[in-house]
């Protein structure tokens, strides 16, 4: 749910409030209780991903560098293949 800013065009009082999206604006203030509100336009928030499915190494990319190269498979030399004993 985003939060809102609002401004009393009467007393001048300016608070956020959050709300659903599709919620009509708020008209009366908190404050003085007349009907002179109104909505700002805001910068906004970032986005904030919680929960699964989301990975934090995606916006970290010096985390994600070394992660990688953790969970890489370690190299090995070639080792060789033993030679099958024949009878005499």
Do not use: H, V, W
């Given at each position: 749910?985003?939060t809102y800013k609002y401004e009393?065009?009467?007393?001048?009082?300016?608070?956020?409030?959050?709300?659903?999206?599709?919620?009509?604006?708020?008209?009366?203030?908190?404050?003085?209780?007349?009907?002179?509100?109104?909505?700002?336009?805001?910068k906004g928030m970032g986005i904030?991903?919680?929960?699964?499915?989301?990975?934090?190494?995606?916006?970290?990319?010096?985390?994600?560098?070394e992660q990688t190269q953790s969970?890489?498979?370690?190299?090995?030399?070639?080792?060789?293949?033993?030679?099958?004993?024949?009878?005499?």
């Amino acid at each position: 749910m985003p939060t809102y800013k609002y401004e009393c065009q009467n007393c001048g009082y300016i608070f956020t409030e959050l709300q659903n999206m599709t919620e009509k604006p708020l008209r009366k203030c908190p404050k003085c209780g007349k009907l002179k509100l109104k909505r700002l336009i805001g910068k906004g928030m970032g986005i904030i991903y919680k929960g699964s499915g989301f990975y934090t190494t995606d916006y970290n990319k010096k985390k994600a560098t070394e992660q990688t190269q953790s969970t890489s498979k370690p190299k090995t030399k070639p080792t060789k293949k033993n030679k099958k004993k024949t009878k005499s």
